[in-house]
């Protein structure tokens, strides 16, 4: 996530809080016990997708258009849907180059969204709400 965030920063989650797009969650991996993910949330229930190879073009509700390549996987479990399902959204890390995120490994359940990130506490030169 970097430049949102570098190693060893640490935030307070709203584990109550429906995620909005654009904010920021933390998230079960699912396939790697122990390990926390942070994401940011590009597309939510509802939003209009489709599918063209292994390209994913998403609609928000303000006309945008986000266009990202998919793992062929990912591609392949997406085909044929038409809008996110409700209680599912597309995740993103801030380092697109570098990131595992919704594009290799599909759309986050809202049950694997541990909170939504809104303070960091640490390190003390960078403490703040998070943007």
């Known amino acids: ?25 933390t998230l079960d991996p699912l396939k790697k016990p122990k390990e926390s993910y942070i994401k940011r949330v590009i597309g939510i229930p509802n939003d209009t ?9 998403l609609e928000t509700e303000d006309n945008k258009i986000v266009t990202v390549t998919l793992d062929a996987s990912v591609a392949n479990e ?19 180059n570098h990131s595992n995120d919704s594009r290799s490994f599909g759309l986050v359940s809202i049950k694997q969204i541990e909170g939504v990130a809104f303070f960091r506490y640490y390190p003390l030169n960078r403490i703040g709400l998070i943007q």
Do not use: A, C, Q, S
């Open 1 to 25: 996530m970097i430049p949102t965030f570098t190693e060893g920063d640490r935030i307070l989650i709203d584990k109550g809080k429906t995620p909005k797009r654009y904010e920021l969650v």
């Open 78 to 96: 997406l085909k044929g849907l038409e809008k996110i399902p409700k209680n599912n959204y597309f995740v993103m890390g801030d380092n697109r």
């Open 49 to 57: 997708i489709k599918i063209d190879k292994n390209t994913l073009y």
